[in-house]
């Protein structure tokens, strides 16, 4: 496993809802081969077979944004609960849309 493989951002895509335990492990093989290639295209980062993986995973109507992002929700409320200082975790209006903001003195 690569050094992008152990990166957080793979890490959280193991947490995505899938139909498949294959599909999970597609698409974090998918951000740690962008991630270790971010300086190629992206077809030629993802390499074939990874593309036509994560092509075929996106097209299924049952696995939603959500679904993918589930990982990165996780990791993301664990990331505010362990801060210091704490952060505050605020919700826009838009869905799925998470802003964090660490508390200023005086603010």
């Given at each position: 496993m690569s050094t992008a493989d152990m990166s957080w951002a793979f890490k959280e895509m193991l947490g995505v809802v899938v139909t498949h335990g294959k599909e999970r492990t597609s698409l974090a093989r998918a951000v740690g081969r962008l991630m270790e290639?971010?300086?190629l295209s992206f077809s030629a980062a993802?390499?074939?077979?990874?593309r036509q993986a994560i092509r075929r995973i996106f097209s299924k109507k049952e696995i939603t944004p959500e679904d993918i992002l589930a990982g990165h929700?996780?990791?993301?409320v664990e990331r505010i609960n362990e801060a210091k200082p704490p952060?505050?975790?605020c919700?826009?209006?838009?869905?799925s849309s998470i802003l964090l903001t660490i508390p200023m003195?005086?603010?």
């Open positions: 290639n971010s300086d993802l390499g074939n077979d990874t929700f996780e990791a993301t952060c505050c975790w919700q826009a209006t838009q869905q003195p005086g603010i």
